[in-house]
């Protein structure tokens, strides 16, 4: 599917720095495209696991690690892990709206050997990719690359791109 064809489908009217993305998923075969958009990008023999960031990351990456047969670890927003605080590892971050937000890793959850695909719907500033990152990263794993719906092009995001491989439905310059 067309990049256009996907910006119609999540198009929000009110605001135009926000986008409706869970539309893409209430229709079957928009999800299914998005999905195989997605996939097709990626060589599914590179990672043995996908981390999914809270929210929207989740849908789209729980379909992946399905898809490749692999493990999947969950990247949490705001002290939502019912976990002890020795096995957390968490950062705040400010993100694209001006709000701040604190993301959390359940440290038992990554693994120290296997390659992590990163998963989230929109990278606008990177500041929530760039944490999870670093977040994974502290906790032991090694993140192999960075799965999104679309990624807008910024130092920051050229950077992820340059260092983990940024694969997105929507390209830099569209």
């Given amino acids: ?5 996907y910006r119609n489908r999540i198009e929000s009217p009110e605001d135009e720095y926000r986008t409706n993305v869970p ?11 998005f999905v195989n ?3 097709t990008e990626l060589d599914p023999s590179a990672f043995d696991y996908v981390a ?3 929210a929207m990351g989740f849908i789209p990456g729980t379909a992946l690690a ?13 002290e939502k892990l019912p976990i002890r605080e020795e096995h957390r590892v968490a950062d705040t971050l400010v993100d694209y709206t001006g709000k701040e937000k604190m993301l959390e890793v359940d ?11 990163l998963v989230d719907d929109w990278m606008e500033t990177a500041s929530q990719v760039g944490t999870a990152i670093d977040l994974l990263e502290r906790a032991g794993g090694t993140v192999g690359g960075i799965a999104l719906l ?10 992820l791109n340059d260092e983990y491989g940024v694969y997105s439905v929507k390209s830099f310059r569209e």
């Fill in 1 to 5: 599917m067309e990049w256009s064809e």
């Fill in 23 to 33: 539309a893409l998923f209430a229709d079957p075969d928009t999800f299914d495209a």
């Fill in 37 to 39: 958009d997605l996939a």
């Fill in 52 to 54: 999914r960031i809270d």
């Fill in 66 to 78: 399905r898809r490749f047969g692999v493990g999947f670890i969950a990247v949490r927003k705001d």
């Fill in 107 to 117: 440290t038992r959850q990554v693994p120290t050997d296997d390659p992590i695909l």
């Fill in 150 to 159: 679309a990624a807008e092009e910024n130092e920051t995001t050229r950077r």
